[in-house]
């Protein structure tokens, strides 16, 4: 599923982001991505969903690599990855629905279908009730859970969260990461980027640890 | 294993294409609408801007009868000689009615001349006290259509002026040169005018639309994370410039109706004074829509342009 080998990163700064990455995910893991801040987990996020280019090596994501994809090829790709972040980044303008149907209006599906899709997935993380709601009159974890109904309408076949849990308390960080799980078992490949270990530990997963870039520790538990 | 979203219904090519551009619309209508003043007060620029030039196609269309009226029938007067002796006339009027090219001759004789006058100028009784009528005969000479145009007329003219007892001879085909050569003048310039000022529209919406990109940078990001292509984002801004071009083409519309509503009796009133009716007349349909597609076209490239920065 997830391949990189040799990948260096270096921004402009005199020290790469990431070196000498090596690691592959297969179909189906759930793999947390831990390390100190600034160690370059969102860099290794951003290369699997093209956002950023490796300076060396290869970063091959569904048998696409993604150093030769062509600019055209850049969208089709992240519509089959949901992207989570620690700000849910939604259309202020739009209301839950409209920003959580929108993958599916790029995707060209049919009114009838977006709108059973995203009712469905509104219901899966419980956010049916605020469906005409406008996202500033949402919670920072009814928010987060929008930017996460977005990420998994299409039913990406990989799901990248950075941070998802870091703006929210303990309690709702673990319920978040047990959604996670859900949808993991619906078959897509998760990958959870967060500094906060002691959240991770409790739930038994490979871990992938990340310090000053380099790829320090893959435990399977 | 999971379902993918391929196996969901799609639209096809066709009518995806047809449903994204229906959103494309709403979308940027409903940005316009977000902020109504400023949108309003770009059209309203365009509008003007484009006013200028479609004032003049306007006053064009109006002069076009006056030039039409001259080109059909073409008219020449002959000035005699005061004091030609009536055997003169007789031979002069035996010619002209046997020249191919003059359709009807009419002879004004001085008197009818001075009580013409009288009548337009009003001077009552003062001309009568002149000792000598100091108005000369007239022939006036309705051309052969066929021999209407500028280039047949000349020769004609130049022949009626050879016979004798002729002072001179006027013809009215001059007066109609003159005007299409106005009127020419007037259509480079308006020419120029839409080049200059559809330039200048160009460059307005362009600029709009470029700011407008940078006040939505933040939701392009956002449409770029969940893989919306460029065109995907780029297409409510091409129609952000249609709207705004086919708005102010229609403001322009409005105010040349409007300047020629209001100067209609002023108009009339002066044409009134030359004993002709004339009322006149607004933007033309055609040349309406003609402005539209031109404002339309003009606000596509002027988004596209801001694009390409
Ligand atoms: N866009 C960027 N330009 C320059 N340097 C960057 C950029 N993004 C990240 N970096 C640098 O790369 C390193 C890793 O950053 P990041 O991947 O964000 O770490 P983390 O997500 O683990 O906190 C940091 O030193 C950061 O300063
Ligand atoms: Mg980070």
Same mark, same amino acid.
């Given at each position: 599923m997830i391949h990189l080998s040799n990948v260096t990163k270096r921004y402009?700064?005199?020290?790469?982001?990431?070196?000498e990455i090596t690691l592959h995910i297969d179909t189906g893991e759930m793999v947390f991505l831990t390390g100190h801040s600034g160690a370059g987990k969102s860099t290794l996020l951003k290369l699997i969903a093209a956002i950023e280019k490796p300076s060396t090596g290869e970063v091959i994501v569904n048998g696409q690599n993604i150093h030769r994809l062509k600019q055209h090829a850049v969208p089709r790709l992240r519509r089959q990855i949901g992207l989570i972040f620690? @700000?849910?980044? $939604?259309?202020?303008?739009?209301?839950v629905f409209e920003n959580v149907a929108l993958p599916l209006v790029i995707e060209g599906l049919r009114h009838k279908e977006i709108t059973s899709r995203t009712h469905a997935v509104l219901g899966q993380v419980g956010l049916l009730d605020l469906?005409?709601?406008?996202?500033?009159?949402?919670s920072c974890g009814e928010q987060q859970r929008v930017g996460i109904a977005r990420a998994i309408v299409t039913k990406p076949f990989l799901l990248l969260a950075d941070e998802? @849990?870091?703006? $929210?308390d303990p309690g709702l960080a673990e319920q978040m990461i047990r959604l996670f799980e859900c949808f993991n078992q619906m078959g897509m490949t998760t990958l959870i980027a967060s500094h906060n270990l002691a959240l991770l530990r409790q739930f038994k997963r490979r871990t992938l640890t990340l310090d000053a870039g380099r790829l320090c520790g893959d435990e399977k538990q | 294993m999971r379902e993918n979203t391929s196996t969901y219904k799609k639209h096809t090519f066709l009518t995806l294409f047809f449903w994204h551009h229906f959103l494309a619309m709403k979308t940027a209508l409903r940005r316009l609408f977000a902020s109504p003043v400023s949108a309003i007060i770009v059209c309203v620029v365009i509008g003007l801007t484009l006013a200028l030039p479609t004032g003049l196609m306007v006053l064009l269309q109006n002069t076009q009868f006056l030039s039409g009226g001259l080109d059909k029938t073409a008219q020449v007067s002959i000035y005699l000689k005061l004091g030609v002796s009536q055997n003169q006339m007789n031979e002069l009027n035996r010619v002209l009615h046997q020249?191919?090219?003059?359709?009807q001759v009419e002879y004004i004789s001085p008197e009818q001349g001075m009580d013409e006058l009288e009548k337009t100028m009003q001077f009552g009784s003062a001309l009568k006290e002149?000792?000598?009528?100091p108005i000369p005969a007239v022939f006036v000479l309705n051309v052969a259509p066929s021999f209407s145009t500028s280039e047949e007329i000349q020769p004609l003219v130049s022949r009626l002026e050879?016979?004798?007892?002729?002072d001179y001879v006027q013809s009215d085909i001059q007066w109609a040169k003159r005007l299409k050569a106005i009127r020419t003048l007037l259509h480079d310039v308006m020419n120029a005018l839409f080049l200059l000022f559809g330039f200048a529209v160009l460059v307005i919406i362009s600029h709009t639309i470029h700011l407008a990109m940078q006040g939505y940078r933040d939701e392009i990001e956002v449409l770029k994370l969940i893989g919306a292509g460029t065109r995907f984002i780029r297409r409510p801004f091409l129609y952000s410039g249609i709207f705004y071009g086919l708005f102010g083409s229609l403001f322009a519309w409005l105010f040349i109706e409007l300047l020629v509503i209001f100067l209609r009796p002023s108009v009339a009133r002066l044409v009134g004074l030359y004993h002709a009716s004339f009322s006149l007349q607004g933007v033309s349909f055609h040349a309406g829509l003609s402005l539209i597609g031109l404002s339309i076209g003009l606000g596509w490239m002027g988004s596209w342009l801001s694009m390409k920065r």
């Open positions: 402009s700064g005199k020290r790469d982001a990431l070196s620690q @700000t849910p980044y $939604l259309l202020r303008k739009q209301t469906a005409k709601a406008f996202p500033d009159a949402l998802p @849990t870091g703006n $929210l | 020249d191919q090219a003059i359709q002149l000792k000598q009528n050879r016979l004798p007892g002729v």
